[in-house]
């Protein structure tokens, strides 16, 4: 067989678009995740050397990397230099890392909302593969700032470059298998939960491997070793790639903001914002919560988010896959009360183990709640909007966006006011009040050719032709 034919092969086959979608929202959500373990003891070290220029503080990960350096206090400071830094001073300095962080974390999701409503544009422009390839290329771009970074204004502009590499690489991925899979209901929610699984398993283990990478090879080592991820995942898009599409000529700006017109779709977006906030609060403010309460390790600081990314893989294929069978919206339902509580419980853990219970439940309903909207997205389109499966991947991106938005921008506020406890419990409570939404979902566990047979299903997908260009594909 020759190289052109086995490219061929390679990219009509289904299973092969499904791998590269997964890794792409992999190494997107890798990359969105690494920096958690590591820009705390960055900022805080800042912080802390700005206002005590003599205590001998060498700070973790330096850019020579040159092996495990020392925490603050270890050996190389004395009793009195240590009393330097009195309770109110470190005080100062994590209120301010709070605000850092709350604000350096908000600004990627603020700027994928704002794209977003572009993301079904591009798809109808351009088709799904042509975003992805580009989507890749601002990630590496984003890698290499992070790399060279030394202040907290070109972290920043990292992170705002991330945010407009997202958007094209999500949307693009998951329209994409949305399109290929729109013959089977009941496959395309199976696909769309492992490709999501993506997310939840660069969650996994980016903080661990950030941390650890980190602490021993310095700051810009996982930077390195993700761009050179990416530039691999690039040329499998790049072989992969369908030239053969052609451009829409008349692709609609406002295709997303008229989705948003649609009530079902509104409330499916309330849901899935509510449970992302969890995600939000608890990855600005966690680590510095355990920092003051815990004496946490600096590798706690990554591991600790393990369980959760875990459950996700779990909730988003396997409790996915069962959702189409039981109900999604009883699922979603019963999913978004137990994530509440999940939450609520969090403050009352007093050791790193037995947070990990708390956090591993919440994960297991995310997952759930992750992959069941994205699918009752996809059906929602298909039944109301003519199939615009990119608009659909865009709402499931914009969805869990605002939660991250919203919750890092309100964790430095809340945690200031309120404290870090009250303000899990207080998502809690919203969260178990809002389940009852849920009850207007309750027509969206088919698609319209779910029940038809096989002539009758292609008839309908014929008459629901995709606004993009896909639909032009052999």
């Given at each position: 067989?020759?190289?052109?034919?086995?490219?061929?092969?390679?990219?009509?086959?289904?299973?092969?678009?499904?791998?590269?979608?997964?890794?792409?929202?992999?190494?997107?959500?890798?990359?969105?995740?690494?920096?958690?373990?590591?820009?705390?003891?960055?900022?805080?070290?800042?912080?802390?050397?700005?206002?005590?220029?003599?205590?001998?503080?060498?700070?973790?990960?330096?850019?020579t990397g040159a092996g495990p350096l020392m925490a603050y206090g270890?050996?190389?400071?004395?009793?009195?230099?240590?009393?330097?830094?009195?309770?109110?001073?470190?005080?100062?300095?994590?209120?301010?890392?709070?605000?850092?962080?709350?604000?350096?974390?908000?600004?990627?999701?603020?700027?994928?909302?704002?794209?977003?409503?572009?993301?079904?544009?591009?798809?109808?422009?351009?088709?799904?593969?042509?975003?992805?390839?580009?989507g890749c290329s601002l990630l590496i771009i984003t890698t290499v700032?992070?790399?060279?970074?030394?202040?907290?204004?070109?972290?920043?502009?990292?992170?705002?470059?991330?945010?407009?590499?997202?958007?094209?690489?999500?949307?693009?991925?998951?329209?994409?298998?949305?399109?290929?899979?729109?013959?089977?209901?009941?496959?395309?929610?199976?696909?769309?939960?492992?490709?999501?699984?993506?997310?939840?398993?660069?969650?996994?283990?980016?903080?661990?491997?950030?941390?650890?990478?980190?602490?021993?090879?310095?700051?810009?080592?996982?930077?390195?070793?993700?761009?050179?991820?990416?530039?691999?995942?690039?040329?499998?898009?790049?072989?992969?790639?369908?030239?053969?599409?052609?451009?829409?000529?008349?692709?609609?700006?406002?295709?997303?903001?008229?989705?948003?017109?649609?009530?079902?779709?509104?409330?499916?977006?309330?849901?899935?914002?509510?449970?992302?906030?969890?995600?939000?609060?608890?990855?600005?403010?966690?680590?510095?919560?355990?920092?003051?309460?815990?004496?946490?390790?600096?590798?706690?600081?990554?591991?600790?988010?393990?369980?959760?990314?875990?459950?996700?893989?779990?909730?988003?294929?396997?409790?996915?896959?069962?959702?189409?069978?039981?109900?999604?919206?009883?699922?979603?339902?019963?999913?978004?009360?137990?994530?509440?509580?999940?939450?609520?419980?969090?403050?009352?853990?007093?050791?790193?183990?037995?947070?990990?219970?708390?956090?591993?439940?919440?994960?297991?309903?995310?997952?759930?709640?992750?992959?069941?909207?994205?699918?009752?997205?996809?059906?929602?389109?298909?039944?109301?909007?003519?199939?615009?499966?990119?608009?659909?991947?865009?709402?499931?991106?914009?969805?869990?966006?605002?939660?991250?938005?919203?919750?890092?921008?309100?964790?430095?506020?809340?945690?200031?006011?309120?404290?870090?406890?009250?303000?899990?419990?207080?998502?809690?409570?919203?969260?178990?009040?809002?389940?009852?939404?849920?009850?207007?979902?309750?027509?969206?566990?088919?698609?319209?050719?779910?029940?038809?047979?096989?002539?009758?299903?292609?008839?309908?997908?014929?008459?629901?032709?995709?606004?993009?260009?896909?639909?032009?594909?052999?």
């Amino acid at each position: 067989m020759s190289v052109i034919a086995a490219l061929r092969n390679a990219r009509e086959s289904r299973v092969t678009l499904v791998v590269v979608v997964t890794a792409a929202l992999f190494l997107d959500e890798f990359l969105l995740t690494v920096v958690v373990p590591i820009l705390p003891v960055i900022f805080l070290d800042e912080c802390l050397r700005y206002n005590n220029p003599t205590v001998g503080y060498i700070p973790l990960g330096n850019v020579t990397g040159a092996g495990p350096l020392m925490a603050y206090g270890e050996e190389r400071a004395t009793d009195n230099e240590t009393n330097a830094l009195d309770d109110h001073v470190y005080t100062e300095c994590e209120r301010t890392v709070n605000t850092q962080l709350g604000v350096f974390l908000g600004s990627q999701f603020a700027v994928r909302v704002v794209i977003s409503f572009f993301g079904n544009y591009m798809c109808e422009k351009f088709g799904y593969h042509l975003p992805m390839l580009v989507g890749c290329s601002l990630l590496i771009i984003t890698t290499v700032v992070y790399a060279i970074a030394e202040s907290y204004a070109v972290y920043m502009v990292g992170r705002m470059i991330h945010g407009l590499a997202a958007i094209p690489n999500d949307v693009g991925g998951l329209g994409l298998l949305a399109y290929r899979f729109r013959d089977n209901d009941e496959r395309r929610g199976f696909v769309l939960g492992i490709a999501l699984s993506g997310f939840a398993f660069g969650t996994m283990v980016s903080p661990p491997f950030g941390g650890v990478v980190f602490f021993y090879l310095g700051r810009a080592a996982p930077f390195i070793f993700i761009a050179g991820f990416l530039v691999l995942l690039a040329l499998a898009e790049i072989a992969i790639y369908d030239h053969g599409t052609a451009t829409q000529e008349k692709a609609d700006v406002m295709a997303t903001a008229k989705l948003l017109l649609d009530p079902l779709i509104l409330v499916t977006i309330v849901v899935t914002v509510t449970a992302s906030l969890g995600f939000g609060l608890l990855e600005s403010s966690l680590p510095i919560w355990m920092l003051g309460t815990m004496d946490a390790e600096e590798w706690q600081l990554g591991v600790v988010f393990l369980p959760m990314s875990l459950t996700v893989i779990v909730g988003n294929v396997v409790l996915g896959y069962f959702a189409y069978k039981i109900g999604r919206w009883l699922c979603v339902a019963i999913a978004l009360i137990v994530d509440g509580i999940s939450v609520a419980m969090i403050p009352f853990a007093g050791s790193f183990l037995v947070l990990s219970v708390p956090m591993a439940t919440f994960g297991l309903f995310f997952g759930l709640i992750d992959s069941t909207a994205c699918s009752i997205f996809n059906v929602l389109v298909e039944k109301r909007h003519r199939a615009a499966y990119g608009g659909a991947a865009t709402l499931s991106i914009v969805s869990f966006s605002i939660g991250f938005v919203i919750g890092p921008s309100l964790s430095a506020f809340l945690v200031n006011i309120i404290g870090f406890p009250w303000m899990l419990r207080g998502l809690g409570i919203v969260a178990v009040l809002l389940s009852p939404l849920c009850l207007f979902l309750r027509n969206t566990d088919r698609a319209p050719s779910s029940e038809t047979n096989e002539d009758e299903r292609m008839l309908i997908l014929q008459s629901h032709k995709p606004e993009t260009v896909a639909c032009r594909q052999t």
